[in-house]
């Protein structure tokens, strides 16, 4: 808490291996896909964390594994002061309810077959969260919180928009009274004249209900508007962590510099200056990273008698603004 801000929670060398296994009857374990490979970041109460990165970084694997819907492989997180990884049982239920999350295929998490009402309620049903009749009002105040007509309470998902099927995920995710919500790419699949309306929604529950948020991207663009700060991660590893302003202004890491290019600007004759940096290659695979700085195969400006070599740190460089890159400096 030395600035004044009340920390939530505190992520701490968090790994998550996936074996790869080979073989019909007996299968043995050839490999791991080092999906998350040593993530560390706080969340303050009330902030939004945007995490950025693309298709396969790990993001998703983070948010899953920080609810234990994985087991963590390694690490720690502190929620509130416990740690979640050690908890069983009834204390671990409890803890539960205190995070929750939006995916980011609202359709496909939405049990076809269930009403909306049963859908936003069963996470109050699951947790015996009192009788029928308190649960069902429960249930309809949560529709109209999210702007939806609680007399829907009886339809099915299909006969929804995207955007209200999104609406109905926000108010499952909300039924227990979370501190926590880990949105998932929750407006990717959503047309993008529906997206804002999504988050503005987020923003006045965030408001109204003083949530945290860990709001997960593929890019820059979305999280923009909705965070304060921003992690930027690359092949299961955060290369860069800062305020939202301290991000866009001054990106250190050269990852970060090549997503900020392709980030289309509002000025004209700004955009027409902005360098556009094209990352060679694919994204390598998490089951064979890189060694040394995983970036390395792929930097614009890799020093090869360096970097290939030696793994960098996420350092704090400027107050606040993080990069793992052992060249940062040069960029300030
Ligand atoms: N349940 C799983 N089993 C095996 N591999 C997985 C599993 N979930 C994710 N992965 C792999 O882990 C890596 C990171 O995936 P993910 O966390 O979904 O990334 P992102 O959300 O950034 O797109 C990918 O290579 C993906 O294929
Ligand atoms: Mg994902």
Redesign the pocket.
């Known amino acids: 808490m030395g600035d004044g801000r009340e920390i939530l929670a505190q992520v701490r060398g968090l790994v998550k291996h ?1 074996p790869i296994s080979r073989g019909t009857i007996i299968k043995r374990v050839v490999g791991q ?1 080092r ?2 490979d040593g993530v560390s970041f706080d969340l303050y109460r009330g902030e939004t964390l945007g995490l950025v ?10 948010g899953r594994t920080m609810l234990r819907l ?1 087991e963590a492989t390694e690490g720690e997180v502190i929620f509130d002061g416990v740690d979640l990884m050690s908890l069983k049982g009834k204390e671990l239920d409890r803890m539960r309810r205190r995070i929750s999350m939006i995916f980011q295929d609202p359709f496909a998490s939405l049990n076809p077959r269930m009403t909306i009402g049963s859908i936003v309620g069963e996470p109050l049903l699951v947790h015996e969260v009192g009788n029928k009749k308190e649960r069902q009002a429960r249930v309809r105040q949560l529709l109209e919180q999210v702007g939806l007509n609680p007399n829907f309470i009886n339809r099915y998902p299909h006969e929804f928009s995207g955007g209200q099927q999104q609406r109905i995920g926000i108010a499952r995710a909300l039924a227990l009274d979370p501190e926590l919500v880990i949105c ?1 790419e929750p407006i990717s699949s959503l047309d993008v004249s529906i997206q804002a309306q999504i988050v503005n929604l987020l923003e006045r529950l965030q408001d109204e209900l003083g949530l945290t948020y860990l709001f ?1 991207a ?1 890019d820059l663009s979305m999280v923009r508007h909705i965070s304060d700060r921003i992690a930027v ?1 690359y092949l ?1 590893k955060i290369v860069e962590l800062a305020d939202r302003d301290s991000i866009y202004s001054n990106p250190l890491h050269p990852y970060t510099q090549a997503l900020m290019s392709a980030v289309p600007v509002p000025d004209p004759d700004l955009q027409e200056a902005r360098v556009r940096i094209i990352l060679e290659g694919d994204i390598p ?2 089951a064979s990273p890189p060694e040394g700085c995983n970036f390395h195969t792929r930097c614009p400006v890799v020093r090869l008698d360096h970097c290939p070599l030696a793994e960098p740190e996420l350092r704090e460089l400027q107050p606040g603004h993080w990069v793992a890159c052992h060249y940062a400096e040069d960029f300030q």
């Open positions: 996936f896909i999906a998350v990165g693309e298709t396969g970084s790990g993001k998703t694997t983070v994985y998932d997960i593929h991660m299961g695979s998490p």
